[in-house]
């Protein structure tokens, strides 16, 4: 059966895997706060971006980070979303989606009327703490990009 338990313990492994990203956002030095939502069992965990430290970052600039551990497939279902107040709106997946092969992609929303436009994206690692460095390091270079 491998390391995993039942079906019932996929929550709180999913919100094991939020602690433990909520803890690295904290960490991280592009980010000022990192908060869990709910805050007893984390379905989501949302961090405010400094905007000062991250060049193309504007006003409120969050980082919206969604982790399912996955029951079947043995593969996390995530999102690391970033916006901000001049409208910008992408995000790193790993999921089933129509748009790209495979579970790994980049999406961005070239303005606020436009649907999403796609790209697959290989993830280095599916570690919930690593994923998180990974991602704020293509961030910083996706808004240098857009500044």
Known sequence: MGGRGPADDVAARSHRALRAIRRELDRNPIVTSARGFPPDAHATVEADIDADRVEGAVGDATLTVRWYDGELSGRPEFSVHYSDDAGADFGWHHEPNPHVEGWGHYQERPDASAAYDYEPYSFA???????????????????????
């Open 125 to 147: 690692t599916l570690v919930p703490s690593q994923v998180v460095w990974e991602v704020a390091a293509r961030l910083r270079e996706r808004l240098a990009e857009r500044g």
